[in-house]
């Protein structure tokens, strides 16, 4: 969660430095598909963090997507005090796919077991 957040805290407008160097080798539509595995990790994470909690899985499966489709829309909220950034449905959306698809994976995963 903290380098989502460090990540989206770098200015839009950021042309020096090393992430101003990793910016401009990375085009806005990869940038822009970067959400989808980035947040499908935040989601993952959640999963494994929330595994020694004494919860039924569909609850735990629950409580991973929401905690992280939250923090997207703080994530998205927060880049709109960040100078040169904007809160994008699109990164939103995106970053929801990445949820869900790290929870499908974990309930399908399950089922084989």
Do not use: C
């Amino acid at each position: 969660m903290a380098a989502l957040y460090l990540l989206s805290s770098v200015p839009g407008d950021q042309t020096e430095g090393p992430a101003g160097a990793l910016f401009r080798w990375i085009t806005p539509a990869w940038q822009n598909l970067l959400h989808v595995p980035l947040y499908a990790g935040l989601a993952a994470s959640w999963l494994w963090a929330l595994a020694s909690y004494p919860l039924r899985r569909p609850a735990r499966l629950t409580v991973a997507f929401l905690l992280t489709v939250l923090w997207a829309i703080l994530d998205e909220t927060h880049q709109m005090a960040v100078p040169g950034r904007y809160a994008s449905l699109t990164d939103l959306a995106l970053n929801t796919i990445g949820a869900t698809l790290a929870v499908a994976y974990s309930s399908l995963n399950a089922k084989k077991s």
